[in-house]
């Protein structure tokens, strides 16, 4: 179903995590990281129109689930009830981030919903409320709504800004899906890398993700597609999976990367973005 005419269109960009190490676990079972989250141009869109009647419709949720699970269904309610508006929205999502390859697109989705509908509705929800919206909505969400590539602590909560040099990736998707709960829960993960004292995009070279070779244990297919980008560089994995990617200088290099890679292999050239496009869009 096509948006309505009447209806915004609002990007939401892809993440990549140039690097994830995991330095312990707290209490309740979740695990505490050290993550550099880059923003890549990768982006679904979610269209917007807001309702007077108070009703929430998501037209087509990700994945073929009931809409009331949708990450950006659940963030439109959540705003919702904190704000107390009377207001609804009708939402449409344009998915072009594939769902469940660790690059954040329903934690991105549900962000820009928070994002945008702050704007629409004029609810001037603040944004270190719009935070704790997000974190209750998923441990990425926090990230998309900071607005620019960081270095992520607890969690991924706790955020601070980190630049990373213009770069290109090239982004495979091995036809996986990895369940991140039994990654998480995997005996072998490495859950004791030391935190960094001094965390700089130099300083946490050379990168590498503590997930990686669980799942690459544990899936043969995301094993096979690191084989083949290893022709080409020094592949790693984002976040859970089961997404691979390979960091090049140039664009012309990525795509000479991605013309060699098998047809039957999903992947992008991406590029990095230094900023969350959205913060151009809402605070000019
Ligand atoms: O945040 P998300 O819903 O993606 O997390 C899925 C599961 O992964 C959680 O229920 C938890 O078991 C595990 N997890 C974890 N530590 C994290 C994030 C997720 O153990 N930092």
Redesign the pocket.
């Known amino acids: 179903m096509s948006p309505h005419p009447a209806a915004r269109a609002f990007p939401a960009p892809a993440k990549l995590n140039l690097s994830l190490r995991i330095t312990g676990r707290r209490p309740d ?5 050290e993550s550099l989250f880059c923003l890549i141009d990768l982006c679904d869109t979610v269209w917007l129109l807001p309702r007077s009647d108070g009703q929430i419709i998501l037209h087509n949720p990700a994945g073929g689930i009931p809409p009331e699970q949708d990450l950006s269904y659940r963030a439109a309610r959540a705003l919702q009830q904190f704000s107390g508006s009377p207001q609804g929205v009708e939402i449409w999502l344009n998915k072009r981030i594939p769902s469940g390859g660790g690059l954040g697109g329903g934690s991105s989705d549900a962000a820009t919903v928070l994002l945008a509908l702050n704007h629409l509705w004029r609810t001037a929800v603040p944004p270190e409320q719009l935070h704790t919206l997000g974190l209750a909505l ?3 969400v926090p990230f998309f709504l900071f607005g620019q590539n960081a270095f992520a602590q607890g ?2 909560e706790i955020l601070r800004p980190m630049a990373v040099p213009e770069q290109w990736y090239v982004v495979v998707h091995p036809h996986t899906h990895v369940s ?2 039994k990654i ?2 995997h005996p072998d993960l490495t859950r004791n890398s030391p935190p960094c004292p001094n965390p700089s995009f130099e300083q946490l070279q050379p990168f590498r993700n503590d997930m990686q070779a669980v799942v690459l244990a544990e899936y043969p297919s995301v094993a096979a597609a690191f084989r083949l980008l290893q022709n080409h560089g020094r592949p790693q994995m984002s976040g859970s999976g089961a997404c691979l990617f390979l960091a090049c200088a140039t664009q012309s290099e990525a795509e000479h990367i991605r013309s060699r890679l098998p047809e039957n292999l999903a992947s992008w050239c991406v590029r990095g973005l230094s900023r969350h496009p959205l913060s151009a869009m809402l605070c000019p």
Do not use: Q, V
């Open positions: 079972g979740y695990h505490l990281l998923g441990a990425d969690i991924g991140t709960p998480f829960a």
